[in-house]
């Protein structure tokens, strides 16, 4: 099964006192992967800044802007079109002694940073599951399994500086935390694991030509032989409505924007997605 699906995401700041300069990073135009083609995309941002485009060390697209003229609004608009389709199903083949042999290469992905390092109660409860886990990928699906039940999807009920541990204190989360969760408990057992940000559809059964009301998701990819993909968040593989935007270590490799101003007073984020299946 394929989709084409065009997505709108719009955000940027409100300056309640205007900003005299601002430089920023946008990381919000897809990728183009084995499962998803990148039709056509655009950025534009007002007010009209200096930029300039490249790819950062993970593979994500980044638009680095500077605006240098007093402003009292940045808006970035993200509009992109992108053919997607089923992820084929992959075999969990690897063993736990072959994950030896990828440690330097993968390293990266085994760090514990504050953003994904897990609880000593998370990890005291999934040793058992590990125990019995007769391969890695056996047990990246229990745990994501565990964590999905046992932690509540409750949208605002964490910060985007929530950390794992903070998550799994709460019993609640957002995507961003699943992933984070999920990201800690698997690297802790020394299998190489990944954040990926982007789209999902909300709707299961997407209507061709209707445009709905979206959202950034996130979810993750761990080393089994070869990246498989895993939405904790939804207990599902990724598929036809997931749209990759960027890869990494965690959500701080991967803000869709992120920047510095100079103002002498606060400022409002603003969000908005957009998502049509075309086809």
Known sequence: MSMQMRIRHTTGYHYERGAAASFNEARMTPMTTSEQYVLRSRLEISPTPWSYEYRDFWGTTV???????????????????????????????????DLLAVQDEYCEFLELSSWVAPSPSLLTELAPIRADAATPGDYALAAASFL?????????STEVTTTAADAWDSKNG???????LTLGVLREARI????????????????????VEGESHAWI???????????????????????????????GDSPP???????????????????????
Do not use: M
């Open 192 to 211: 190489p694991a990944r954040y990926v940000s982007g789209y999902l559809h909300p709707s299961p059964d997407p209507v061709i030509g209707e445009a």
């Open 174 to 180: 957002v995507c961003q935390d699943f992933a984070h």
């Open 63 to 97: 638009t680095s802007f500077e605006v240098h003229d007093p402003h009292t609004d940045l808006t970035v608009v993200a509009t992109a079109t992108v053919e997607t389709q089923d992820v084929p199903v992959r075999p969990h083949s690897v063993a736990w002694d």
């Open 148 to 156: 999905h039940d046992r932690v509540k999807y409750l949208t605002g």
């Open 221 to 251: 990819e761990w080393w089994d032989g070869e990246w498989v993909g895993w939405d904790p968040t939804n207990g599902i593989a990724p598929g036809p409505r997931h749209v990759v935007v960027a890869k990494g270590r965690d959500y």
């Open 257 to 279: 924007l992120r920047g510095i101003f100079s103002t002498s007073g606060g400022s409002e984020l603003f969000v908005a997605v957009e998502i049509t299946r075309l086809r």
